[in-house]
């Protein structure tokens, strides 16, 4: 299994690469860059997704909604995969059948993002003069909480991985 973890964890590094590389839909807007919806952890308003549509070109925006969101069909589950799996690996043995669930705690952050990346797509098919305020609400929303489940799923990962190394250090010394 320890092949099939490195397998799934190497595609997730190489589908955010790609993501990177060729899908770049971050706008110059009067001197500023404005970066794509689904990378603002703090969301966005109705002003700022008018000012990004305003913005973006058609070619960007074409690259955005055909090339980034498709990848981010395949982004949003390996990440899922790779951090439950990781969290599974650094849960001790001695939790019993408890240590199956905490790897669930990644299903929050997954379902949100495909959530995110309906509703970004909508915005990106609406003009600025047509865009609703609600959509832009929920699509926000929706961007700040992905943004906290996987906050979630790094600090189980990093208490996990200090009650790691506590155990292998600490208490297994000579």
Do not use: H
Request: net charge positive; proline share 6%.
């Amino acid at each position: 299994m320890t092949g099939l973890f490195w397998v799934v964890l190497i595609a997730t590094v190489l589908v955010l690469v790609a993501m990177r590389i060729w899908a770049r839909p971050e706008v110059r807007y009067q001197g500023a860059v404005l970066p794509i919806f689904d990378a603002r952890p703090g969301g966005y308003d109705l002003d700022a997704a008018r000012t990004y549509l305003t913005a973006i070109s058609d070619d960007e925006k074409r690259i955005y909604l055909d090339v980034l969101q498709k990848l981010d069909l395949a982004f949003p589950l390996l990440l899922a995969v790779s951090i439950g799996w990781s969290i599974r690996r650094f849960v001790p043995r001695e939790w019993g059948r408890g240590r199956y669930l905490l790897p669930l705690v990644v299903i929050p952050a997954l379902v949100t993002d495909y959530v995110e990346n309906l509703a970004v797509a909508g915005i990106l098919t609406s003009t600025p003069a047509d865009l609703s305020p609600d959509l832009v609400r929920f699509a926000s929303s929706a961007t700040r909480t992905k943004f906290a489940f996987l906050a979630l799923e790094f600090i189980a990962i990093a208490v996990l991985i200090a009650m790691f190394a506590y155990r292998r250090w600490m208490i297994r010394k000579p």
